[in-house]
């Protein structure tokens, strides 16, 4: 009845009473029912890709703005962004400096603030890749990868640590997993016990 309105331009109820005595076959009721069942398909697909736009709308919103708040970072914000990163990934019982994680940009951070903050040269730092065997075959290809996002040359990186544990978690790309990127500082005993000192004024300070 809709498309009858909308393609003769006329009200509903004058549609209505032209087709009260029209009788359906069945293969008409029937066609009828699946154009409906059709448009209500294509009506919740609209709906649901208008509220997919509207949440990316509202992420990117709040992205820009923690973005703006963020700002610039001094270079004493950074000694502590990488103070609070270590107590939270770092090796805090032995007496050398050494940090894990999987997300590139963290390890980024972590390898800026070893530089900038704790003066430590390039070449005092180096990694290795800790992955799971079933990527033995791509152990090449991920060193790269965490080479180029740390900037550490491939010959700072030791012996890849293989993980012989059955894998919990399936990836469908599992060519774009590539493991955790464990960075360590070589005779780093002192400077171990510095950062304990840098984490132990935040706990002071959260405590005060």
């Given at each position: 009845m809709g498309s009858i309105k909308r393609s003769l331009g006329v009200s509903k109820s004058s549609v209505s009473l032209w087709c009260s005595d029209i009788e359906l076959t069945k293969e008409q009721q029937e066609k009828l029912i699946e154009i409906d069942r059709k448009g209500?398909?294509?009506?919740?697909?609209?709906?649901?890709?208008?509220?997919?736009?509207?949440?990316?709308?509202?992420?990117?919103?709040?992205?820009?703005?923690?973005?703006?708040?963020?700002?610039?970072?001094?270079?004493?914000?950074?000694?502590?962004?990488?103070?609070?990163?270590?107590?939270?990934?770092?090796?805090?019982?032995?007496?050398?400096?050494?940090?894990?994680?999987?997300?590139?940009?963290?390890?980024?951070?972590?390898i800026k603030w070893l530089k900038e903050c704790l003066n430590i040269p390039r070449e005092d730092i180096y990694c290795y890749v800790g992955i799971n065997q079933l990527h033995s075959e791509r152990v090449k290809t991920v060193e790269k990868y965490w080479s180029d996002i740390s900037e550490i040359p491939l010959e700072h990186f030791r012996k890849v640590s293989l993980k012989k544990v059955r894998a919990l978690k399936f990836y469908e790309n599992p060519d774009e997993h590539f493991g955790t990127l464990n960075v360590r500082i070589k005779k780093s005993a002192n400077l171990s016990y510095l950062v304990l000192g840098l984490i132990a004024g935040l706990g002071n300070h959260e405590a005060n």
């Amino acid at each position: 009845m809709g498309s009858i309105k909308r393609s003769l331009g006329v009200s509903k109820s004058s549609v209505s009473l032209w087709c009260s005595d029209i009788e359906l076959t069945k293969e008409q009721q029937e066609k009828l029912i699946e154009i409906d069942r059709k448009g209500g398909a294509k009506g919740r697909m609209v709906a649901a890709r208008n509220k997919i736009n509207e949440r990316l709308e509202r992420q990117n919103k709040y992205v820009k703005e923690g973005r703006n708040r963020v700002g610039d970072i001094s270079k004493r914000e950074l000694l502590l962004v990488g103070a609070a990163l270590y107590w939270a990934e770092g090796n805090k019982k032995g007496r050398r400096l050494t940090f894990t994680n999987s997300d590139p940009e963290m390890i980024k951070i972590c390898i800026k603030w070893l530089k900038e903050c704790l003066n430590i040269p390039r070449e005092d730092i180096y990694c290795y890749v800790g992955i799971n065997q079933l990527h033995s075959e791509r152990v090449k290809t991920v060193e790269k990868y965490w080479s180029d996002i740390s900037e550490i040359p491939l010959e700072h990186f030791r012996k890849v640590s293989l993980k012989k544990v059955r894998a919990l978690k399936f990836y469908e790309n599992p060519d774009e997993h590539f493991g955790t990127l464990n960075v360590r500082i070589k005779k780093s005993a002192n400077l171990s016990y510095l950062v304990l000192g840098l984490i132990a004024g935040l706990g002071n300070h959260e405590a005060n």
